[in-house]
Structure formats: structure tokens, C-alpha cells
T-cell receptor
């Protein structure tokens, strides 16, 4: 049983396109996150939802819009993709918003051409 | 603000012991976590310290000194499969984990 799953695993697209990444967790956790990991492996939080409520919104361009239809799902939609958006995007979840132990999905490698 | 420092790279041989240090600056500190990430893989949780002292889990141990804003991950009986990046991460009352820049561990035969 996969704890945190993401689709797709790879995404290659042209600049200016709009794309979505989906995430699901079956751990019964209350809190979910999106992280961006750049080519230097720096892992930076983008958003966090707790029971479908947005609780963290870092300085991210508004081309990025997360949506949490229920507490087991957190999707990320990106409009007007730019070259600099190329990175690996990880979804994660934790039991509560205290965030001490997080479980990561396998990642989505986004390449913008 | 919040910041963490850890060495960028560490090398060791199989069977050896290696220590990866992490110093941090944060307010509202809750605890220090460690994550392992193999190339092409996802970060996986290794350990969490909220209180001072040593936590042991098999070959891995993690230490925290809150007064020194310092912690380390100790890996014993190194194996080739331990070659990976190791991240320390600070949790605080901001409800988010701030990750260090990672330490790449290379284990040689």
C-alpha cells in the first residue's frame, strides 16, 4: 500500500502551458504539503493544508494554485509554466500541523522546455 | 528568520562511523528531524529529537542540544546503501519544517 502517491511521476511540457499534479495520502493524516526541490537539492515548502484549510502559503507566484478537495488529497495547478519552474515537486503529509514527522510522495519531475 | 547549516559532503568507508552535524537558528523551536534521500528518490524520515539527548534507531542515532542549537546524525557500521543525501530540518511554531541544504554522504568500499 502506497502511503503518499503522486501523479504523474514525470511531466515534460512547453513554456506557457498549464499543468496539474495530483497527490493522495492514505495515512489518515490531517496535514498535507507541497515542496519544491531545485537542481541543487534545496527543499523548500510552498504550501500546506490542514483539514482542507490553507495554513502555509510561502512566497510563491500566484501562477501556482493548490486545491484540497478533502484532507486525503492535495493538488497543485500551475499556470503559464516558465523555465524556472523546472524542478522536482514533492507532496508530503503529517499527522498534524506540528509537522514533526512528514511522509513524502515519490515526487514529480517537471521539465519545462 | 530561520537557518540551518550542515556540511555539504562527507565521505567514509564501509564499516566506519560518520557524524553529520547541524546547527540551526530559529525561534519557537519544537524539534530537529533528519531525513534521508537517495538520488532520484523521495526524502524519508529517519529521526526526530524534541528533547536534549541521544535517540537511537538501529545503526542510526540522532543527538540534540537545545542550548547549543546543535544536533548531529550518527551513522554506524556504514554500508554502501547509506550513500545518500541527509537533511536536517527544524520544526517550530510556524507549522513548517525548514530544511538544511543537505549533506551528501559517499560510502566507499
Amino acid at each position: 500500500d502506497t502511503a503518499v502517491s503522486q501523479t504523474p511521476k514525470y511531466l515534460v511540457t512547453q513554456m506557457g502551458n498549464d499543468k496539474s499534479i495530483k497527490c493522495e495520502q492514505n495515512l489518515g493524516h490531517d496535514t498535507m504539503y507541497w515542496y519544491k526541490q531545485d537542481s541543487k537539492k534545496f527543499l523548500k515548502i510552498m504550501f500546506s493544508y490542514n483539514n482542507k484549510e490553507l495554513i502555509i502559503n510561502e512566497t510563491v507566484p500566484n501562477r501556482f494554485s493548490p486545491k484540497s478537495p478533502d484532507k486525503a488529497h492535495l493538488n497543485l495547478h500551475i499556470n503559464s509554466l516558465e523555465l524556472g519552474d523546472s524542478a522536482v515537486y514533492f507532496c508530503a503529509s503529517s499527522q498534524s500541523r506540528e509537522a514533526d514527522t512528514q511522509y513524502f510522495g515519490p515526487g514529480t519531475r517537471l521539465t519545462v522546455l | 528568520g530561520q537557518s540551518l547549516e550542515q556540511p555539504s559532503e562527507v565521505t567514509a568507508v564501509e564499516g566506519a562511523i560518520v557524524q553529520i552535524n547541524c546547527t540551526y537558528q530559529t525561534s519557537g523551536f519544537y524539534g530537529l528531524s533528519w531525513y534521508q534521500q537517495h538520488d532520484g528518490g523521495a526524502p524519508t524520515f529517519l529521526s526526530y529529537n524534541a528533547l536534549d539527548g541521544l535517540e537511537e534507531t538501529g545503526r542510526f542515532s540522532s543527538f540534540l542540544s537545545r542550548s547549543d542549537s546543535y544536533g548531529y546524525l550518527l551513522l554506524q557500521e556504514l554500508q554502501m546503501k547509506d550513500s545518500a543525501s541527509y537533511f536536517c530540518a527544524v520544526g517550530s511554531n510556524t507549522d513548517k519544517l525548514i530544511f538544511g541544504t543537505g549533506t551528501r554522504l559517499q560510502v566507499f568500499p
